[in-house]
């Protein structure tokens, strides 16, 4: 999974971007699937990195902002772990990313306004150096693209065709 500063980056990029009813509603539901102990049942696939968007759909309506917010999670862990970084082909990457996360955490803290609730902020620490796997640039990339999409479009797509495309990609 992106660490919990990565998601509320997004989550604060998407609210500054587009009209979102409820931001502290949005805000949780961006960060709490993640705050569990079967994270199957959160993200509605084995894995973060399969992440069941269509499923999510199925049982949910994604009509308040607490589901858009969920909803935006797992849509970060698909195109995070499938877009942006294909993990089947970086070795060691589970070993290198959560340090990596350490090293982006200040610098995104600060650009992006993110305010960890107390309860998370043991989980962002603060470690100087380069990150190895999760470059800044691609990112701040990630996080800009991401913001950029229209959570409702993509909620009606994903209904209709079971997948929806990024950039001419389908993602399923």
């Known amino acids: 999974m992106p660490g919990y500063v990565i998601h509320i980056a997004i989550a604060n990029e998407y609210l500054r971007k587009h009209n979102e009813k409820n931001k502290e509603d949005f805000i949780n ?25 269509s ?6 309506e994604a009509n308040n902002s607490y589901q858009k917010g969920h909803f935006l999670h797992l849509l970060v862990d698909k195109l995070f772990y499938n877009y942006y970084f294909d993990i ?4 060691n990457f589970t070993k290198y990313v959560y340090d990596d996360y350490d090293k982006l955490n200040k610098t995104l803290i600060k650009k992006y306004d993110v305010v960890l609730p107390t309860e998370l902020k043991k989980y962002a620490s603060i470690d100087e150096g380069n990150p190895i796997i999760l470059k800044q640039d691609i990112i701040e990339k990630m996080i ?11 909620i009606h797509e994903i209904k209709v065709n079971k997948y929806f495309l990024m950039k001419g990609r389908k993602i399923i």
Do not use: Q, R, V
């Open 144 to 154: 800009n693209d991401i913001s950029d999409l229209n959570l409702d479009e993509i």
């Open 29 to 53: 539901g961006t960060i709490d699937p993640d705050i569990t102990n079967d994270k199957t049942k959160t993200h509605y696939g084995p894995y973060s990195s399969e992440a069941n968007l």
């Open 55 to 60: 499923m999510f759909l199925e049982k949910n």
């Open 88 to 91: 089947k082909k970086i070795k």
